[in-house]
Structures are given as C-alpha cells and as structure tokens.
C-alpha cells in the first residue's frame, strides 16, 4: 500500500486557514515546508505531493478568492525550486511535483526534474498534467485555453521528448579523471533530434541521466483521452472516486489499458485521493469535522462549487436539486462529473453538494475512529480499488501527525494479520532514494546502519518477512514497530496466494515480472532503479548515433 502525503500547507478544506491548529501565515513558508516533510518522512511516508497551477485563480468569485480555496495556491514556491530545498533536509521521501505539458517546453521540464533527481540522489516524480484552468493561458501569451485534444496531443509528444532527452547521456559518459584529462566520454553522448507536431527539441540534455534513469511519472486524468495518456505514459495514476464501486471500475479500467503498450498491471499504480478526518473516537473525529464546516460561510461554500463543476452555481436555487450539468466544457471535467455523478447518485441539493465536497476537496473522505480508517483503507486497497493513497490532512499539520500516530499502526498491523507463512505482507513501498540494492553505486561502501538506519525505538531495521532487501517501517509514536518491507512483488503475490511469492536469490534481485526491483539500471543493462514501483517498463538503453563533435585543434 502506497502512502503519499499531500504537501498543500492550507491542508484540504478550505475552512481549514482559520482552525485554531492550523499554521499561521501559511503563505511561502518554507519553515512550515520544511516541517511537513519531516513529518511525512518520520511517518514513513513515500512520497510528498505539490499540486501547482500558473495563475491568481477565482478573481470572478470574490468571496472564495479572499478565503482562498486549498487549490487554488495564490501564494506558494514554484514547486520544483521547493522540493528541491526539502531534498537537503530529508534523505528518503520521494519528491513529486506539478508541471504542465501545455504551457511548458520539454527541454525545461527534463532538465528541472534531472536536476531534481540528482539533488535529491534519485527521489523525484513529474506529476505530468494538461493544465485545467482555461485561465493559466492567459499567462502564457495565449488568449483562450488550448482546445482539449490538442493538450492532450501535446502532452503525449512532450512526455516522449522528455524521456529521449533523460536518455542523451550514458550513466558513465562523465568519467571526470584527471589523470587522463577526460572529463567526459564523446562516445556516451547522442542528439535527439526530434522533429514532431508540436515540437522540435535537438538535445542533448545538458544534465547527466538522472539518478533512477527516468524520474517517476505520474497524472491523473480520468477523462478517455487522459486515461489513455496515463497508460502509454504514467507509473502513477492519482484518482477521485466517491465509492469504492466506481473505484474499481476505474482501477480495471485503468490496468486493462497497459497491455496495448506492452506493459504489465503492476507497471502503473493507481493512488486514491481521500481526506481523512481521525480521531481516538470516532465522536472527535465527527467533532473536527464540523468544526471546519462552521468556518465556512454558504457564499464560499457555494462559489467553492461553481469553481469545481466549472458553472455558476448561483444560477440554482441553493435548496434545489443539483442539476445533470451534462455538457463538455474547456476546464475541469473529471472532478466535476464526480461530484455531479456523486450528486444524482444521492439525490443532493446544491447546498448539500457544496456541503459534501467542502471538507475532501472533492475527493473521497474517509471519518471515524483508528480502526474503521484503517478498515476502509484495507477494503479498498485489498478489493482492487487503488494501490494506495493520496492522503489529504484536513488540517496542516496536526491531521497528519495524527494520521502517523492513530492510524498507521493499525493499518500496518491488520496488513501483517493475513496469515501467510511465507511472507508477511507488509504495508507501502519503502521510498528510499532510488529504491537501490546495497550493491547500487550510491549505496555502495556505506555502512550497514547508513542503509538501514535504526528506528526511533533504536532497533536497526530487518527486512519484512526476514528475507530480501526490504526495509522495516520505524517505530510508530506508540512505540510499535511498524512494518513494510516496500515495494515487494513477493509480498503481494503471498496475499493473493500466487507461486513464486518465496524470497528471490541472494543479493535482492528476482527474475523480471516478480514486481521486485532491479539494480540500477546501465545503459544497455538489464534493469533501473525506481523509488515508487518496482516491475513495469524499463527505459530504453543509451543508444543512437554519438553526437559528433567538433575536434579540437592541435
């Protein structure tokens, strides 16, 4: 079960600024940035998440612009330049940030998330998106938003120019030795030359290949033509689902997609997004929650609406059914037909609609008290509706701390009740930098307790199930031992019972399709590392025609 932690410092309400507990003065505050990190690391978190847009957002609604909605970010760090401070302040927690393919070059993007996979020694994620706000366009020289298709054509163009330039430089096209005087090998080096509908990128990149080869992909569009550019393209799929029905139609959806590109279902993983209001009892948790609906006033709540369905909500009686609201428009679709299906579904007025969707950001929203949280997470997560989750706290930073202390051991332990003897299964993927064997160069000569560092209990970390290279999770704040032994295919095949699922040979390594990872990957070789999932496609080797460069004269 994957964990990534929404890195949003407004938290996922958007009542949540004025909570007592809340952080103050949340706006650029790489103090508060800083702390979250930590937080979601010391939790055994794998991942952060920095959503983004391009643009001041709901200047047409004056009541939601001054509370400012969660999603809309008026006043944050580009999210590149962030995670790439958060890099030197943590040593395991993958980075993942935004960036659009509509109104962005694919030269800047590779070369943004190279640097970033180097500074953080191969911990980065592109969360790949087409850009939903017609508005973003306005600041990009374009007077209207870029028709769907079009982004969409784009996005698949930019995505591959993306990985060929990841790929200009062999993993050892920089010997630096300076006895020889060869700072870097010509041979290990070729041009793209790409020539496409949109784009015409030369390369090299002028960055070495990235620590994990490719950086991790994510995106999440669940409309046709974004799930198609998912399954050709993503590893990670974030997901909006009301209930766990739609869920799995989405998840089947999703992984029946793959095998047209060659691909397996466990090469792309598919995170659920979902609030998460917890509490010792289930009477505080509910106690939260309304405390957060009091400090929303019904104009906010109401244009907060009208922002995610994309249509003046104030046109309807605020007591009257919420309407189909059936036609395609430019901006948001998929969270939209969520809510409107959610809607219809449940026979919702507006007022209630806005009510519903207020506190998850339109997203899931999972209330109660340790147990029934960790209860639904294991539903989902064993019925095949996601791999994991995108865990919104509804308050920054203490709905996340509490997630860690009440719910995380609890989920852990009902995780390793299965009962299977060969292997306990083990919750999420250790996000370690680059998901590496001992044996990989940037792991290679460290000490043992400088791979598996002790836990906070000072117990040094075993491998789940006792065999292969997986990693214990720390000890939770209670003082349990939590374990999660990541990203192991053999773990995942015991809970279903399948052959196979013993430990591998010696050294970490098992044969291909075993959803178990292989060592970083050379070019030529046979594997790569990857931080988040394990089997799936590899990046193709360094290969084409050496870039000819011009020869000194002598």
């Known amino acids: 079960m994957i964990l990534a932690a929404n890195a949003n410092a407004q938290g996922s309400h958007v009542g949540e600024w004025r909570h007592p507990t809340a952080w103050d003065k949340p706006a650029s505050n790489l103090e508060n940035a800083v702390r979250l990190a930590r937080i979601a690391e010391a939790g055994k978190f794998d991942l952060l998440f920095l959503a983004d847009g391009n643009g001041v957002r709901n200047l047409d609604k004056p009541d939601l612009f001054a509370a400012t909605s969660p999603s809309d970010r008026p006043g944050v760090f580009e999210p590149v330049t962030l995670l790439s401070a958060l ?24 070369r943004r998330f190279a640097s970033l996979d180097h500074i953080s020694k191969g911990r980065a994620g592109w969360n790949l998106v087409t850009t939903s706000n017609p508005g973003d366009a306005l600041n990009f020289s374009h007077d209207a938003h870029v028709a769907r298709d079009d982004r969409y054509a784009r996005a698949g163009e930019l995505a591959k120019i993306v990985k060929g330039l990841w790929d200009s430089w062999a993993d050892d096209a920089f010997p630096q030795d ?60 974030f997901a909006i689902e009301g209930t766990i029905d739609r869920a799995q139609q989405l998840y089947a959806d999703l992984k029946g997609r793959l095998a047209k590109y060659g691909r397996t279902p466990e090469s792309l993983k598919v995170l659920s997004g979902v609030t998460i209001f917890v509490g010792e009892t289930e009477a505080e948790a509910d106690a939260l929650f309304q405390e957060l609906e009091d400090l929303v006033p019904p104009a906010v709540g109401l244009d907060y609406l009208s922002k995610m369905v994309g249509t003046r909500m104030a046109a309807y009686p605020l007591d009257g059914p919420m309407p189909s609201l059936d036609s395609e428009h430019v901006g948001p679709t998929g969270i ?33 008290n340790p147990k029934q949280i960790a209860d639904v997470m294991e539903e989902w997560y064993r019925g095949k509706a996601c791999d994991g989750f995108m865990i919104a706290a509804p308050v920054v930073p203490t709905g996340l701390e509490r997630f860690i202390r009440l719910v995380v051991p609890d989920c852990s332990a009902a995780a390793c009740s299965a009962g299977n003897t060969r292997a306990p299964p083990c919750v999420g993927i250790w996000a370690s930098s680059g998901r590496r064997t001992n044996s990989s160069p940037m792991r290679r000569g460290l000490p043992q307790d400088e791979i598996l560092p002790p836990n906070r209990a000072g117990r040094a970390r075993a491998p789940c199930g006792g065999e292969g290279p997986g990693l214990a999770r720390a000890a939770a704040p209670r003082g349990r031992a939590l374990r999660a032994g990541r990203g192991h295919g053999s773990h995942r095949a015991a809970r279903r019972g399948e052959p196979g699922a013993a430990a591998g040979p010696a050294g970490g390594g098992r044969e291909p399709g075993r959803g178990l990872r292989h060592p970083r990957r050379r070019c030529g070789g046979e594997g790569r590392a990857r931080w988040l999932y394990a089997a799936g496609r590899q990046p193709r080797a360094h290969g084409g025609e050496p870039l000819r460069l011009p020869q000194p004269a002598l």
């Not at 927690?93 to 393919?101: D, N, R």
């Not at 060869?182 to 620590?211: I, Q, T």
């Open 336 to 368: 939209g037909k969520a809510i409107i299906a959610m809607a219809a579904a449940e026979g919702l007025t507006v007022r209630q609609t806005y009510k519903r969707i207020l506190p998850q950001m339109a997203g899931n929203l999972f209330k109660g």
């Open 178 to 237: 300076k006895a020889s005087g060869r700072y870097l090998d010509p041979s290990r080096v070729h041009a793209l030359n790409h020539k496409g509908a949109h784009f015409s990128v030369a390369g090299p990149l002028n960055a070495p290949r990235p620590v994990q080869g490719h950086p991790v992909i994510f995106s999440a569009g669940q409309s046709e033509t974004g799930k198609e550019l998912s399954a050709a393209t993503a590893d990670c799929v």
């Open 87 to 110: 890099a030197m302040v943590t040593r395991h927690i993958g980075l993942v940030a935004t960036t659009t393919t509509t109104y962005d070059e694919p030269f800047a993007v590779a």
